[in-house]
């Protein structure tokens, strides 16, 4: 995903949280959007995409238009420790999940030892016609029509 389209991702993604939530058919009313910056003694910032705090537990969101590989499921890995390191006052259960326009439905798995697994909650957005989408907002814009909440966080995922 190119910068500008990441970072309209996570802006829409902030305002509109509690529908991205429907889109991938997670549960839970937020309670709080987190800041999703964080640098460590590396120069490096560490971003993940959004983190909410639901009620019961703190869910990190990555939007991924790649095949998850496994340099990703280390940073993702990385930045549930980090945020549970630096944020996770309440002690909720982290979650990681993916909307992906490329990979099914699904768990991925990080194996870290032999008694260890990291899992990657994976929801996918491949089987929706981007093109078709795409023409449909093209000509809500033609009659001059709004945009739904929904409408606004897929364009942003379409867009790249």
């Known amino acids: 995903m190119k910068f500008h389209e990441d970072v309209i991702f996570k802006n829409n993604g902030q305002i509109y949280g509690q529908e991205l939530m429907a889109i991938m058919k997670i549960e839970g009313r937020i309670v709080e959007v987190h800041q999703t910056e964080y640098s460590i003694i590396d ?3 560490y971003k993940p995409d959004l983190v909410f705090e639901l009620e019961d537990r703190i869910i990190i969101v990555e939007f991924q238009s790649i095949y998850i ?6 940073r993702f890995r990385f930045y549930t420790a980090l945020f549970d390191q630096i944020k996770n006052k309440s002690e ?3 979650e990681v999940h993916v909307l992906s326009t490329v990979e099914g439905e699904g768990i991925k798995c990080y194996r870290i030892n032999p008694d260890s697994t990291f899992p990657i ?3 996918s957005l491949k089987d929706y016609d981007g093109d078709e989408f795409i023409n449909r907002m093209n000509a809500k814009i033609g009659n001059n029509s709004e945009f739904t909440e929904r409408e606004l966080l897929l364009i942003a995922c379409f867009a790249s």
């Not at 590989?69 to 280390?74: A, E, Q, S």
């Open 43 to 45: 120069p490096k910032m």
């Open 69 to 74: 590989d496994i340099n990703d499921k280390r």
């Open 92 to 94: 909720k259960d982290i």
């Open 121 to 123: 909650y994976v929801h």
